[in-house]
């Protein structure tokens, strides 16, 4: 089992800066792919970025490329997002997430474990 555990959401302005902090247990850090999705009221969970163990493979989704960057530190069991520039419409609950396969994967059903989020509210 994996216990995730994110913290670093609130509430900013528009073009304002967040870092989130996810912090793992239970499981050996360096063998987990992590991930950070959000949710939006109303919308379905989407993908927001993964990172490879070692940190060297690195995904985003269109939308948050140059302006979000996804960062972890394994012997701190830490996975990070780093949010700048941030619109209205980036608010959201932000979930980690790991998982154990082989690949890196953008997909909701290749996570195994979940944090309980944290919300991130941006004002315009």
């Known amino acids: 089992q994996v216990q995730l555990v994110e913290s670093g959401g609130g509430l900013v302005q528009a073009v304002g800066s967040l870092r989130l902090s996810c912090v793992s247990s239970?499981?050996?850090?360096?063998?987990?792919?992590m991930g950070w999705f959000r949710q939006a009221p109303g919308k379905a969970r989407e993908f927001v970025a993964a990172?490879?163990?070692?940190?060297?493979?690195?995904w985003y989704a269109e939308s948050m490329k140059g302006r979000f960057t996804i960062s972890r530190d394994n012997p701190k069991n830490t996975v990070y997002l780093q949010m700048n520039s941030l619109k209205p419409e980036d608010t959201a609950i932000y979930y980690c997430?790991?998982?154990?396969?082989?690949?890196?994967?953008?997909?909701?059903?290749?996570?195994?474990?979940w944090g309980q989020g944290t919300q991130v509210t941006v004002s315009s």
């Open positions: 997430a790991a998982s154990t396969m082989e690949v890196l994967a953008i997909r909701l059903e290749s996570y195994d474990f």
């Open positions: 239970g499981r050996t850090f360096s063998v987990l792919n």
């Open positions: 990172i490879g163990r070692s940190g060297n493979s690195i």
